[in-house]
């Protein structure tokens, strides 16, 4: 007989979980693995909300798995340690991002790159190797390998440092594999969201030059004077594209829906590289022909390996870099879904797990 989420594994969990790709996110009682000997068990102190969490959620991707308990922007303090944890110790500050568990053998893991494993498994909507669903940190505590668990720097603000659990290595990955990270470079950013604003950051700490382009208007003098960008190009502006055409050592699009790439492409210089790093859920119109005239290249990249993880942590606390972030009690996280998806939030929802869920 199948076990219920509540009775699956020995830890008893709480937190808030979708049932359905059309029901609001609800109270949620489900277990956790006792802590294995390579496990590292923690409380959850923050989580972040990606917008992946409301693809997944609504399953606009078509692999959601049910019930779902979102979140890949987990960070929290450890509570136990199996026997043979050699990283962290009771008391430590710590995080959890996008993955929990790959195969360990293949090439992509062999060169600290486990995002890219076949076998890799999401931290929710994914399953475990013993074929249990895994659960996100909208939850009370966090049971995971402690290869896959971060050590957060202690001069990190703990909340604001969860989205770079996600947001943040997914920017600064591309910026730094594609060679976008060389002083002197100039960068585009498109797109001024959680992603974005963070993408900036990381930008600047490198030293490149930035433009932000937005199809918002309104949003200019929070890229300028807020985030330090050094332009600002409306993307719906014919003229200011014009303008700019041929400039851009590289760009990063962090936008997850449709739009066009053929006045992005433009603003490309000749080997220019458009990094894809949004997620929509249709696919985009690709014109080969502005490629051909420069070697241009398009190219997509998804979050980081754990060793590439750890470096993104560590330079953000070393460069003074968090992400801008509104935290609420998991009570709102319904109205934060509706408002995520009108892009209403500078710059990233961030749950305070720890004083607002609660089992009872």
């Known amino acids: 007989m199948e076990k219920s989420p509540e009775t699956e594994h020995p830890v008893k969990a709480f937190g808030w979980a ?7 996110l609800a109270p949620f009682y489900f277990s956790r693995r006792a802590t294995g000997d ?16 409301l693809h997944y959620i609504k399953n606009e991707w078509g692999f959601s798995q049910y019930p779902l308990v979102p979140g890949h922007e987990i960070v ?24 929990v568990g790959s195969c360990r053998s293949c090439e992509s893991c062999a060169d600290d790159l486990e995002n890219y494993c076949s076998k890799n498994i999401p931290t929710y909507s994914g399953h475990y190797s013993d074929g249990s ?19 957060i720097p202690e001069n990190m603000p703990l909340d604001s440092a969860a989205p770079l659990l996600c947001a943040g290595i997914t920017t600064y990955s591309p910026l730094r594999y594609y060679g976008l990270d060389k ?28 433009t932000v382009i937005s199809t918002s208007p ?13 332009s600002f190009l409306i993307s719906k502006d014919e003229d200011q594209m014009q303008g700019a055409t041929g400039r851009m050592d590289g760009i990063l699009d962090t936008v997850p829906a449709g739009h066009p790439l053929m ?9 220019g590289k458009l990094i894809m790093v949004g997620a929509p859920d249709k696919p985009l119109e690709l014109p080969v022909f502005p ?37 609420i009690p998991i009570e709102y996280v319904n109205t934060a879904m509706e408002r995520l998806l009108r892009a209403d939030i500078k710059y990233r929802f961030v749950i305070d797990v720890a004083n607002t869920i609660n089992q009872s």
């Open 291 to 327: 490629l051909l005239a420069g070697r241009k290249m398009v190219a997509g990249s998804g979050i980081g390996g754990m060793k590439e993880m750890q470096e993104m942590m560590d330079f953000a606390a070393k460069h003074n870099i968090k992400a801008d972030i509104e935290l």
């Open 183 to 210: 002083p002197g470079m100039h960068i585009g950013i498109v797109g001024l969201g959680g992603l974005g604003h963070v993408a900036v950051k990381f930008a600047k700490a490198f030293g490149v030059k930035v």
């Open 263 to 271: 006045p992005l492409i433009g603003l490309l210089k000749p080997h």
């Open 38 to 53: 390579e496990d590292v068990q923690f409380k959850v102190l923050y989580c972040g909300i990606c917008h992946s969490d």
């Open 133 to 151: 669903l895994t659960y996100g940190g909208y939850s009370d505590i966090m049971v995971a390998n402690e290869h896959f668990v971060v050590r």
């Open 218 to 230: 309104n949003k200019k003098e929070e890229a300028l004077a807020h985030l330090g960008a050094d």
């Open 76 to 99: 929290g303090e450890v509570t136990e340690v199996g026997k043979k944890v050699q990283n962290f110790k009771v008391g430590d500050k710590v995080g959890v991002g996008c993955m």
């Open 18 to 24: 979708a049932t359905d790709s059309s029901s609001p």
